[in-house]
T-cell receptor, first 118, second 114 residues
């Protein structure tokens, strides 16, 4: 498809389980972002990739969170030993590289993966 | 420090009227971009409008316009002729300089009344 694709759309996990969330960005988009969005709040930055390089992971809330993008396209966000506070929508977004003022460089978002930890 | 501030948690507007959603930002960079996104109840994030820090004119996209006041560091979104379908969360966001991170504000929930 032409847009950002995320799977699964919904995931229910028992506390302590590991989960993996997948993001397939728009073809040709070099930059990829992961955000966490709690109900009624704005997206909170988790991590950013440029191609396969993870350039910023400052937003990952703990070492239970891990993201990868081994071939510079599909990315996976993994959460180990899930906790109830991990319940949120996880948004993936991609953009063309080149964050200059000569192009908008807007983010294109997927529909998100809603994680519920029981 | 909060980089994007949206002071209106919720706003109401009558259908067909105009509404302004406030956004102030904090940056020491000279080069940055400002964005507005709409998030309906279905959850998808929809890009609305962009303003570059060096753009001298306010951005416009159809019924959306951005009231950019650089000295005040504000980038308010104006929606003209509101429609029922405009009811959604609206997020202001910023990308600084040549960096790639996008920072989002807490959002404003707009409700359009018939």
């Amino acid at each position: 498809g032409a847009g950002v694709s995320q799977s699964p759309r919904y995931k229910v996990a028992k506390r302590g389980q590991d989960v993996a969330l997948r993001c397939d960005p728009i073809s040709g988009h070099v930059s990829l972002f992961w955000y966490q969005q709690a109900l009624g709040q704005g997206p909170e930055f988790l991590t950013y990739f440029q191609n396969e390089a993870q350039l910023d992971k400052s937003g990952l809330p703990s070492d239970r969170f891990f993201a990868e993008r081994p071939e510079g396209s599909v990315s996976t966000l993994k959460i180990q030993r899930t906790q109830q506070e991990d319940s949120a929508v996880y948004l993936c977004a991609s953009s063309l590289v080149g964050g200059t003022v000569t192009n908008t460089g807007e983010l294109f978002f997927g529909e998100g993966s809603r994680l519920t930890v029981l | 420090a909060q980089k994007i501030t949206q002071t209106q948690p919720g706003m109401f507007v009558q259908e067909k009227e105009a509404v302004t959603l406030d956004c102030t930002y904090d940056t020491s960079d000279q080069s940055y971009g400002l964005f507005w996104y709409k998030q309906p109840s279905s959850g998808e994030m929809i890009f609305l409008i962009y303003q570059g820090s060096y753009d001298e004119q306010n951005a416009t996209e159809g019924r959306y316009s951005l009231n950019f006041q650089k000295a005040r560091k504000s980038a308010n979104l104006v929606i003209s002729a509101s429609q029922l379908g405009d009811s959604a969360m609206y997020f202001c966001a910023m990308r600084e300089s040549y960096g790639q991170n996008f920072v989002f504000g807490p959002g404003t929930r707009l409700s359009v009344l018939p």
